[in-house]
């Protein structure tokens, strides 16, 4: 059994995987690909505070640890060669790419080291955020194994809300670059920890969009979404009553559905309209067990209420403009 394999295997201390990892696996020049790698991708997937510090320790973006001398000598010499991030994740793509499974460890390491299986959707850790971010901004050139490509979807699904105010075509925001840091999102119940310009956010579902099951964890991620976002904003609408208070949030729901089916054409795979009506509309129907809930929608259970039909007509408008828009990206 190789040092790998009993690293796989075990449940071991962050630090010490971390840094047998890099060690053995993630030092400049390192060749080692297909089954001789994945074993250390599996473990550190296993341990995202792993994953990350051993990505860290990899690349300079990050400094160096007061005790790395031992480091820098695996790497032959006591200068500092690492490369960046994108640069590290490039190589490391290319390594594990050619075989099925190094592609599919490859892929749940850069989802664990994101937050994608230990965090929540709009409450990510500033440090899982950032590589989030990099691999979100950074990698729209690379070509990424099949197998790793539906891990991909569970980033864009474990970032729901950057995905849905980066497509967000509504607000000031779209004219801005992408960039680390807190966002001010017209739409309520959305504290996205970076911004994403739109193009940046097409391109990132270009990633994935090519398969129906690939893109199963995003479609879930923002399903998630949109019934937190009708539980945040409902009852003051209904307060209020006023259905209007919900344009930006099925405006903003809209833009991002218009970028997935977008993707999808660019891959010859666009969706049908039986796949439109069943992942399209369910924060809609949400909402309209809300209105006759409370007096306010239609009588028939089996169809759309008045007012959720208002804004059904509100989704669909943004995501034909959506849609429009990021196939010209």
Do not use: C
């Amino acid at each position: 059994m190789s040092i790998g394999d009993l690293l796989s295997a075990a449940r071991l201390p962050t630090e010490w995987l971390a840094e047998v990892v890099v060690t053995q696996m993630f030092l400049p020049g390192d060749e080692s690909t297909g089954a001789t790698l994945t074993p250390y991708l599996k473990a550190l997937s296993e341990n995202p505070a792993a994953a990350r510090l051993a990505i860290a320790l990899a690349t300079g973006d990050s400094p160096l640890p007061r005790d790395a001398m031992s480091l820098l000598a695996h790497a032959g010499g006591t200068r500092d060669r690492r490369p960046g991030l994108v640069a590290f994740l490039r190589d490391l793509n290319r390594r594990a790419s050619g075989n099925a499974e190094s592609a599919d460890a490859f892929g749940r390491l850069l989802a664990a080291a994101s937050g994608a299986y230990d965090e929540r959707d709009g409450a990510h850790s500033d440090v899982a955020a950032r590589f989030a971010y990099a691999v979100v901004t950074g990698t729209s050139d690379f070509r990424f194994a099949p197998p790793t490509r539906v891990h991909l979807a569970e980033i864009a699904g474990a970032y729901a809300t950057e995905m849905a105010e980066g497509a967000n075509l509504g607000d000031s925001n779209q004219l801005l670059p992408s960039a680390f840091g807190p966002v001010e999102s017209r739409v309520p119940g959305l504290s996205p920890a970076f911004r994403l310009s739109p193009e940046d956010t097409f391109r990132f579902l270009l990633a994935f969009a090519g398969d129906a099951r690939d893109r199963r964890p995003f479609d879930r991620g923002m399903g998630d979404l949109v019934r937190r976002l009708v539980g945040v904003n409902v009852p003051p609408m209904l307060k209020a009553g006023d259905p209007s208070r919900l344009d930006d949030v099925f405006a903003a729901l809209g833009n991002v559905r218009g970028f997935e089916l977008a993707a999808a054409e660019k891959h010859l795979q666009a969706l049908d309209d039986l796949d439109e009506r069943n992942e399209g509309t369910p924060g809609l129907r949400a909402l309209d067990r809300w209105f006759m809930t409370n007096g306010m929608g239609g009588d028939d259970d089996s169809s759309l209420g008045e007012k959720t039909n208002e804004l059904a007509t509100v989704f669909e408008g943004r995501k034909t403009r959506a849609r429009s828009r990021a196939l010209r990206f």
